[in-house]
């Protein structure tokens, strides 16, 4: 560019774009620096692979009690890798398509939570008097009322569907999120810039549409990861417990099925260890990922790991 072109000007919008993808490089430099989060992140790219390939990778008649060839409770062989199931099917396709049904409960059934813990974080969070008083009291009420009990009797009353699960996770996991949320307004709320925006007259939309929740997202991405992970032990537990869908195959309903077939006892490992192991495996990878968005994100975590890896180390003395 010569010396008498003019610089092209950028319009806000492009700045924010340009600091936007400059923000997601630095997190994405910063998550790469964490191992355990990459191997979480590892992980859970193998599952989510698994769950969209399945058609690919498994047979969907291999769901169906009528088209099952395999013998009851049949030892892993080189037809059957995995075994099979009480009814002749190959746990291996069960573990296969069980994968999609238990990654969208987890992340839908998260979706509606995180939904619901921003907007009542931030709304309580923001707005004073009595709403806020209304909003806090509903969380503390939700939060001190046992979850799995809650969650099993609205799962008895709506029914036994992949939709009611998900709501029922959805509406019953939401109090933690919005109390962090909450938290996070409050701070925000005494910034500098927010009191600008009061000054030239900015509403409450504006302020929380254009000013906290931007700032709370962080935190919000960071604690979704986290609560996929309870949301998938929650339909696991659910399912086990014959609460889930009768019709679709996830790990629950394996470990349900398992039990009641007697799997423990006549020692029928490769029907209830499988499930077992896809379960930890993905709650743990979810939990490895949230703690490394958490300590990317949280200014505080982030100081005291930083002020800990500068401490001089000092020298024994002989």
Avoid at 115 to 136: D, E, K
Avoid at 226 to 237: C, D, K, N, P, S
């Amino acid at each position: 560019m010569s010396a008498g072109e003019a610089v092209p000007r950028l319009t806000a919008r492009q700045v924010t774009r340009r600091r936007r993808r400059e923000s997601a490089r630095r997190t994405w430099n910063e998550f790469r620096s964490h191992r355990s989060g990459v191997v979480g992140l590892g992980i859970l790219v193998v599952f989510v692979l698994v769950a969209l390939g399945a058609p690919l990778l498994a047979d969907a008649t291999g769901l169906k009690v009528t088209a099952a060839t395999g013998g009851v409770l049949e030892a892993p062989s080189a037809e059957y890798w995995l075994g099979t199931d009480d009814n002749g099917r190959s746990v291996l396709t069960l573990l296969i398509w069980g994968a999609r049904v238990s990654l969208f409960v987890g992340l839908l059934a998260t979706a509606i939570s995180m939904v619901i813990g921003t907007l009542v974080g931030v709304a309580s969070g923001h707005f004073r008097g009595w709403p806020s008083s209304v909003l806090f009291r509903l969380t503390e009420w939700f939060l001190v009322i046992p979850f799995l009990p809650l969650a099993i009797v609205m799962a008895s009353v709506l029914g036994a569907s992949l939709i009611n699960i998900v709501l029922v996770i959805g509406v019953t996991s939401w109090p933690g999120t919005a109390l962090l949320i909450r938290a996070q307004t409050l701070s925000i709320e005494e910034r500098p810039f927010l009191e600008r925006a009061r000054a030239l007259g900015a509403g409450h939309w504006h302020q929380m549409s254009r000013h906290v929740l931007p700032n709370v997202m962080p935190m919000v991405f960071a604690n979704t990861t986290l609560t996929v992970a309870i949301a998938i032990l929650t339909e696991t537990t659910l399912s086990f417990l014959g609460l889930g869908d009768p019709l679709r195959v996830s790990w629950g309903s394996m470990l349900d099925d398992a039990f009641g077939a007697g799997a423990i006892t006549t020692g029928a490992w490769w029907f209830i260890i499988p499930p077992g192991i896809c379960v930890i495996l993905v709650v743990l990878s979810f939990t490895l990922i949230g703690r490394a968005l958490e300590e990317i994100f949280n200014p505080r975590l982030r100081r005291g790991i930083l002020d800990e890896t500068s401490k001089p180390r000092r020298r024994e003395r002989s």
